[in-house]
């Protein structure tokens, strides 16, 4: 099993662009998360989804969207990057409450 | 969402018992209580969770309060590589199990 996958692990975004991070999980796990994590601080929930066709707002949405069309896949659409938004993201995956599991991270920067 | 506070830091020595304590006062019934800890420039990793009695796995062992107000995460021996930032989460079983990272314990081991 490769678990979750994200993809990039890097990107540089100038101001106004915009991009997809994306995240796919292989367990069939039916929830998914997205974080983001600043320098030196802990983890903020950006959006998650309980399944297919669901999701909801996490702490930190503004700037951000989601969608989850399939089970596997929970990519994660940035529209006019900001400098706010240079951050590392994860994207997690759990059965139920389970155990979360994570991607390796995609470090963004918006210069 | 119920909130959870550790302290900032913490130091052991090598080969000693470490005991990261957490704090979550406002807990719900449906609360499960999750350990994390994350090495750098890495996802956070999954260390142990339970819901209301103590736990044990092959990396640690969680002590939960009888009120459940707070909770132990026990390393029976530290080694160099336990070395990480700790974070303990509340899983909110009513939304989802979306939670609130804290900026957790940084755990240094010193040889």
């Known amino acids: 099993n490769a678990g979750v996958t994200q993809t990039p692990k890097f990107r540089i975004l100038k101001i106004g662009q915009s991009m997809t991070l994306q995240c796919t999980q292989d367990?069939?796990?039916?929830?998914m998360y997205w974080y983001r994590q600043d320098p030196g601080m802990g983890l903020k929930l950006i959006y998650y989804s309980v399944g297919a066709g669901i999701t909801d707002k996490g702490e930190v949405p503004n700037g951000y969207n989601v969608s989850r069309s399939t089970t596997e896949d929970f990519p994660l659409r940035l529209e006019l990057a900001a400098p706010s938004q240079t951050s590392v993201y994860f994207c997690a995956s759990s059965r139920n409450l389970e155990k979360l599991f994570f991607g390796s991270g995609t470090q963004l920067s918006v210069l | 969402d119920a909130k959870t506070t550790q302290p900032n830091s913490m130091e052991s020595n090598e080969e000693e018992p470490v005991h990261l304590p957490c704090n979550h006062s406002?807990?719900?019934?449906?609360?499960?209580i999750h350990w994390y800890r994350q090495l750098p420039s890495q996802g956070p990793e999954y260390v142990i969770h339970?819901?209301?009695s103590n736990v044990n796995n092959r990396m640690a062992s969680l002590a939960i309060a009888e009120d459940r107000k707070s909770s132990t995460l026990i390393l029976h021996r530290a080694t160099l590589r336990d070395a990480a930032v700790y974070y303990c989460i509340l899983r909110d079983a009513p939304n989802a199990g979306k939670s609130t990272f804290g900026d957790g314990t940084t755990l240094t081991v010193k040889p």
């Open positions: 339970g819901l209301t």
């Open positions: 406002t807990i719900s019934g449906t609360d499960y």
């Open positions: 367990m069939n796990h039916n929830y």
